[in-house]
């Protein structure tokens, strides 16, 4: 069956930096749309970043010039680098994985930045 599996998130202080990572089994993961989506408490869930087949990506206005999306197709893995963390950033990060009529979620992984 279809797996996807965050990690890298924890606690970081404002101006801080995480690497997410999504580590997918049970699909032929090149051949998925990538993507990360987060939800703060009590707001709906957000689309984050995009990463294509074609590795083309996207990103929502609040986190350009700061976070990147990457794949590794060889290690059917998707990262989300984020830099320059702010307060507003946390939220649980959930890592979607696309393809014609498919759609995998994964279980998600806590971002929390404070000082």
């Known amino acids: 069956q279809v797996q996807l599996v965050e990690s890298g998130g924890g606690l970081v202080q404002p101006g801080g930096s995480l690497r997410l990572s999504c580590v997918a089994s049970?699909?032929?993961?090149?051949?998925?749309?990538m993507n990360w989506y987060r939800q703060a408490p009590g707001k709906q869930r957000e689309l984050v970043a995009v990463?294509?087949?074609?590795?083309?990506?996207n990103y929502a206005d609040s986190v350009k010039g700061r976070f990147t999306i990457s794949r590794d197709n060889i290690r059917n893995t998707v990262f989300l680098q984020m830099n320059s963390l702010k307060p507003e950033d946390t939220s649980v990060y959930y890592c979607?994985?696309?393809?014609?009529?498919?759609?995998?979620w994964g279980q998600g992984t806590q971002v929390t930045v404070s000082s």
């Open positions: 049970g699909l032929i993961f090149s051949r998925y749309t």
């Open positions: 990463i294509t087949t074609g590795r083309v990506t």
């Open positions: 979607n994985a696309i393809a014609t009529s498919e759609d995998y």
